[in-house]
């Protein structure tokens, strides 16, 4: 891949990772989970740069495949591309997955942690809306209210002997984090059951606050 350096503007080729298999490449998952396989150095300053490839992430353990899409374009031969990347004949054999579209290197690094958790995407959607506006009914200040509400909140880990859920999130030009009860993603959960439509019918959908926002006034 070719890429303009952000900082000193020169051109650079990058190698990029179209593929990953955790299964048959353990040794990945460690640099997605740190983003370091989506960033590389300029060779004339220096300045690290983000890659803006697309790529496939499988995790056959997790029954997981996630596709990273960057530029928001979708393929009409999404099939075809899936069964070359994964070297597979037989469509079947993704029966059972967890298959999503993920928009950006940050939202794909997200996905994996919350189902390494063993949670729900959805779910988790549905909490950090209503963490959203928890944290901005405790603020006075319109500005900040705003800032939250617009800030984009990412699933850290479950943390504690209460498997309190951590969220961070921008906020006054630093990245800074908000701790929740666990009890918050179990009413989220009871929510989703209630509500079917909620589920995603098409077979790579984007898991996101735009679409929890579809269900919430």
Known sequence: MNIHCIDCGLPFEA????????????????????GSLFMKACPHCGRVNLLGQAMLYTDPDQRLLLWLLPGGEETKEMETVIK??????DPSILEGYTTRIVR??????????????GLDDLVMELCKYVTKMELTGQEQDKTRQRAITDAPFKFFRLDGPDNEMEFSYPLDGKMVGARVGFNVYEDCAGIVSRNPSMRPSSPFPVI????????IG
């Open 104 to 117: 950006s290197a940050g939202d794909l690094m997200e996905k994996v942690k919350i189902f390494d958790a």
């Open 15 to 34: 190698e990029v990772t179209g593929s990953v298999n955790v299964g048959e490449q353990p040794h990945l998952k460690e640099k997605v989970l740190d």
């Open 84 to 89: 070359a990347r994964l070297s597979v004949s």
């Open 208 to 215: 996101d606050r735009e679409w929890v926002g579809r269900f």
